[in-house]
């Protein structure tokens, strides 16, 4: 008796149903890829936005009421000045960023390589500091996040009665400090960064005056 072979009618149908199996095996491990790539790109993004947020706040908080800049004609004295694109202070690096002391600290929006803006930090040691004799930076400056379609930086001090007046995009007042900073960024929908409004406040103002108190929007004297 002899056995029944495979037409070659059956051979193209099997081969053409085991490509199907595979294409559609391979286009869902494709897109499982894709999608955990995604995943980790989102995430790689947060943790990103999350750590330079937290490392500006910080910088800002802590910034100390130390002159970097003394006019000897008029004895006026800079520990804080600011504009919408550019902020300068004496703070602390974290410990493992410094060799100890006050560092004179700098962000700064600048245009981006690839269009649009970045927010840039450098730092450098007070101790030392001559605006009129540049010198070469300890460390190069590091971009803390790109993709920036619009942005600023705001300043808000007290007035004459000692409430908070009104945010304004420049802080040019000799030897004092705003009473908070906000930063209002606008970012690229192709950069995939979300970057929320934050408001920081400057502690070395708060340790000088009294407290801010949020519910009066004034500063309470002696901390209580």
Do not use: C, H
């Given at each position: 008796m002899r056995t029944r072979g495979f037409t070659l009618v059956e051979l193209l149908l099997a081969i053409l149903l085991l490509g199907l199996l595979m294409a559609g095996a391979w286009a869902g491990i494709n897109t499982a890829v894709k999608a955990s790539r995604s995943g980790e790109a989102l995430i790689d993004r947060t943790n990103r936005v999350r750590v330079a947020q937290e490392f500006i706040r910080r910088q800002i908080r802590n910034a100390l009421a130390l002159p970097y800049i003394v006019d000897k004609s008029t004895g006026e004295t800079r520990t804080f000045e600011g504009d919408a694109d550019v902020m300068r202070f004496v703070a602390p690096m974290p410990g493992y960023l410094s060799r100890g002391g006050a560092y004179l600290q700098t962000l700064e929006l600048r245009p981006g390589r690839g269009g649009g803006r970045e927010l840039v930090f450098a730092h450098e040691l007070l101790?030392?500091?001559?605006?009129?004799?540049?010198?070469?930076?300890?460390?190069?400056?590091?971009?803390?996040?790109?993709?920036?379609?619009?942005?600023?930086?705001?300043?808000?001090?007290?007035?004459?009665?000692?409430?908070?007046?009104?945010?304004?995009?420049?802080?040019?007042?000799?030897?004092?400090?705003?009473?908070?900073?906000?930063?209002?960024f606008d970012m690229d929908e192709r950069s995939g960064y979300v970057w929320p409004e934050i408001v920081v406040p400057v502690l070395a103002n708060s340790a000088n005056a009294g407290f801010f108190d949020p519910f009066y929007g004034s500063m309470k004297p002696g901390g209580g």
């Open positions: 101790n030392g500091y001559d605006p009129d004799k540049p010198r070469e930076a300890e460390r190069e400056p590091v971009i803390l996040i790109e993709g920036i379609r619009r942005a600023t930086f705001e300043y808000r001090g007290l007035d004459e009665t000692g409430k908070l007046g009104d945010w304004d995009e420049e802080w040019d007042e000799p030897g004092s400090q705003p009473v908070l900073v906000r930063m209002k």
